[in-house]
């Protein structure tokens, strides 16, 4: 390993929101609905808006996956803008696209007055608390899904603060239609208008009282199960926007999947354009291109340390791989960023790991500072 410092972008980053901030943002009983997490020996109890989910802690369990553990000791930049830039020096990390971390699940809040005012105090708060500290911090703007005039009065809103990416959940919540449907179209339209990322992060699909949050398989094997499927719902996102025609129609706007690995990109690619070839007589939707030129051209897709990332940019010619660290979760490489860069890239063409580590980022994310040299 050599001993450069590599530094990378991250497109998959998270902060963790203070205790207080929806008491000091909202009316009291608003505020007392809003996603909350008590924990106790082992295990935590996630609250919305009245649901109830018991989740492991991850001590006992280190494999347990989760969307936002780790987060009390583990990562002193967790919910500190100037401790987090010291980590990020340390680490080699340069410009972090970042998510909520109990923000995640306003998702699963079902009611759309609840959910509208939520998502407009965590913005405030992720504008002025996270990109107020550094142009280094870019905080994705939360929707609220429950309303598509809502989300696109919010998309607007938050345009104008400056942010450059929406986070979208990996699902849409049961009462409003799927992605797919041309329902969605003018989400797309502000989105494209706006020039923000559409950025889904895994594992964020609405819950209800009956599916347990990242629980899909109890029983043997389940922790390496529960990690793996949570990956399907990004893919199933960009499925959608492909072969609905949004993105045809909707040429500039880039997608983003964080955290969901990137190899799954050509694979994808290839299964929808069998589709769209041999199964042409059934497909109502024309499109432009093929599937996989839209995934190509306008889709991108983070990973933390999976090997066969890179040879989907450098072998299967998918230029959108991006890096992203997953700051601070379980799941991220805080404490081993370094030696992840050059276990991926040591031996690899420079513009290989150049265009994976800085520069699709920047494409997403036009005019940010370039990192400092080596
Ligand atoms: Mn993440």
Known sequence: MSSEKIWANSADSHFVEPETLFDDA??????????????????????IDGKQFRRNMPKPNPGTQDMREMIDARAPGANDPQLRLKDLDNEGIWTELTFPSIGIWTSSIEDPVLVKAGVQALNDWAHEYIAGASPRLLPTASVPMLSIEDAVAEVERTAALGFRAAFLPTGTPASVKQYHYDD??????????????????????????DVPAGVVFRGPGGAILN????????????????ASGALDRHPNLKVLVSEGGATWGPAVGDRMNEAFRQHAMYVRRPLSKSPKEFIYDQVYASFQHDESAVAAMQYMGWQNVVWGSDYPHLEGTFGHTQETLHGLFDGV????????????????????E?????
């Open 227 to 242: 990690h793996s499927v949570n990956t399907f719902g990004g893919q199933t996102c960009v499925m959608q926007l492909v």
């Open 370 to 374: 370039e990192p400092p040299e080596g």
């Open 349 to 368: 063409p420079e513009q290989v790991r150049r265009r994976i580590t800085i520069d699709a980022f920047n494409e997403m994310f036009p005019g940010i």
């Open 184 to 209: 969605w179209e003018p989400l797309w339209a502000a989105l494209e208008a706006a020039r923000m990322v559409a950025a889904f992060h895994i594992g964020t699909e609405p819950r209800s009282a």
């Open 26 to 47: 909202l009316p009291p009983s608003l505020a007392a609905r809003m996603p909350k997490s008590e924990k106790f020996e082992g295990y935590e109890i996630l609250t």
